[in-house]
T-cell receptor, first 112, second 115 residues
């Protein structure tokens, strides 16, 4: 079993839809959770960074962490064609904070 | 603010040739530095990380090496490239660790094709 599981998609939605992206993980020691957005032929760009359980909101993006279920989510409201990209989750624990554990990424297409 | 530069963006090299990819960070001191390779369907694989000048940790045995000759410079090298070295190479930085975790920030990568 991989430490982090992420559905690769592709996910295709109409413009304006609410998008839900998810990752599950197996290591209960993970404490720090990140979501990155990666456009084609570009490096990943940090979108959201959360610690422990709870919600964090930034504009149209909301990150949610449920440590009891070992499940994290990224919600995108009012999705735009410019949101079309691959979304990667990543996480680590404080004891090994140099090594991020990555999901494989979910490909999202927002259609105008 | 901090910026990271990585070059070249694209590189085509013959099998058996040497390699040197360079990454520099501006706007911070003593960053942690990382080299990743990203292959389709295999996600991001950490190759090397460095917490200071001359301090390199290797995550996987391979045909590559890394060096950090200056505080904000990180170099990925190979003496003889293999076909299997093809891929998308990414450099990243983070603030030095400590009690809290620090997210990593990426350059735009180098797409390396070996012929």
């Amino acid at each position: 079993q991989k430490e982090v599981e992420q559905d690769p998609g592709p996910l295709s939605v109409p413009e304006g839809a609410i998008v839900s992206l998810n990752c599950t993980y197996s290591n209960s020691a993970f404490q720090y959770f990140m979501w990155y957005r990666q456009y084609s032929r570009k490096g990943p760009e940090l979108l959201m960074y959360t610690y422990s359980s709870g919600n964090k909101e930034d504009g149209r993006f909301t990150a949610q962490v449920d440590k009891s279920s070992k499940y994290i989510s990224l919600f995108i409201r009012d999705s735009q064609p410019s949101d079309s990209a691959t979304y990667l989750c990543a996480m680590f624990n404080a004891g090994n904070n140099r090594k991020l554990i990555w999901g494989l990424g979910t490909s999202l297409a927002v259609n105008p | 603010s901090q910026t990271i530069h990585q070059w070249p963006a694209t590189l085509v090299q013959p099998v058996g040739s040497p390699l040197s990819l360079e990454c520099t960070v501006e706007g911070t001191s003593n960053p942690n530095l990382y080299w990743y390779r990203q292959a389709a369907g295999r996600g991001l694989q950490l190759l090397f990380y460095s917490v200071g000048i001359g301090q390199i940790s290797s995550e996987v045995p391979q045909n590559l090496s890394a060096s950090r000759p200056q505080d904000r410079q990180f170099i990925l090298s190979s003496k003889k490239l293999l076909l299997s070295d093809s891929g998308f190479y990414l450099c990243a930085w983070s603030f030095p660790g400590g009690a809290g975790g620090q997210p990593q920030h990426f350059g735009d990568g180098t797409r390396l094709s070996i012929l």
